[in-house]
């Protein structure tokens, strides 16, 4: 059975430092690209990055580039997303969730309906 499970969300003050982990079981994940989203409390599912089956192309929202970076090991089933410079505007529920194809959209906003299967999500808040 196909699982993704987000981990690594929790509560920082503004300027820090967070690792989300995606743990991925039951299906060839070295196969699918991943992606992250995330969803703010009465806001729509957002697009964060996504990156491709072998870890060669990634893809980045505006609003986190220069500031998160996605990474994906293979071997582990696992894909990771480094958020640095946390802002409160981060504040929402993180969702990994893998990629219909081996390859992300080359163009931003990532859509949710290139993705078949979601996580349950991880809380990640930002606050002083």
């Known amino acids: 059975q196909l699982q993704l499970v987000e981990s690594g969300g929790g509560l920082v003050q503004p300027g820090g430092s967070l690792r989300l982990s995606c743990a991925a079981s039951?299906?060839?994940?070295?196969?699918?690209?991943i992606g992250w989203f995330r969803q703010a409390p009465g806001k729509e599912r957002e697009g964060v990055s996504c990156i491709s089956s072998a870890g060669g192309s990634t893809v980045y929202a505006d609003s986190v580039k220069s500031r998160f970076t996605i990474s994906r090991d293979n071997a582990k089933n696992t894909v990771y997303l480094q958020m640095n410079s946390l802002k409160p505007e981060d504040t929402a529920v993180y969702y990994c969730a893998a990629n219909k194809f081996y390859y992300c959209s080359g163009s931003v906003p990532l859509l949710t309906s290139d993705f078949g299967s979601w996580g349950q999500g991880t809380q990640v808040t930002i606050s002083s």
């Open positions: 039951g299906f060839t994940f070295s196969y699918y690209a």
